[in-house]
């Protein structure tokens, strides 16, 4: 279940807008677990649900779980790396910030942008079975 936490709020993910919150649905059964646990509004955009819960869980990680690194990897690798994770998930999030009236530059950031998501998400593939502590 995705929870609203300081992860998000850090990227300007605003606790009003996060729309898996009860408290803001009281009276709506979209927003209510079911006998399984799961919220319907999760479901809407299972892309997103799954990018807020995989960008708290990998900033949690870092920042209170990191005690070793893959033996293969120097510390700063396996932090380098665990970085550009979290920068992938959080571009994913976040909406686009390109402040440009040019196509060509929305164009350029946008694509930028992209392949830095693609970039993250594949080592995010890689590195899975090293997300342990």
Same mark, same amino acid.
């Given at each position: 279940m995705v929870k609203y936490n300081?992860?998000?709020k850090e990227i300007? !993910?605003?606790?009003?807008?996060?729309?898996?919150?009860?408290?803001?649905?009281?009276?709506? %059964?979209?927003?209510?677990?079911?006998?399984?646990?799961?919220k319907p509004c999760e479901f809407w955009s299972l892309d997103y649900s799954l990018a807020c819960? !995989?960008? %708290?869980?990998l900033c949690y990680f870092k920042e209170?779980?990191?005690v070793g690194n893959p033996a293969y990897l120097t510390f700063e690798q396996w932090e380098n790396i665990l970085d550009k994770m979290i920068k992938a998930f959080r571009l994913y999030i976040q909406k686009d910030d390109c402040k440009s009236d040019s196509i060509e530059e +929305?164009?350029?950031? %946008? +694509?930028?942008?992209?392949?830095? !998501?693609?970039?993250?998400?594949?080592l995010f593939i890689k590195y899975f079975h090293d997300l342990w502590f």
């Open positions: 300081h992860y998000l300007g !993910i605003e606790e009003n807008d996060f729309p898996f919150q009860d408290e803001f649905n009281l009276d709506d %059964s979209r927003y209510m677990e079911d006998e399984e646990g799961f819960y !995989i960008y %708290s869980h209170h779980c990191l +929305k164009k350029r950031v %946008s +694509k930028n942008k992209q392949k830095q !998501i693609k970039y993250g998400m594949q």
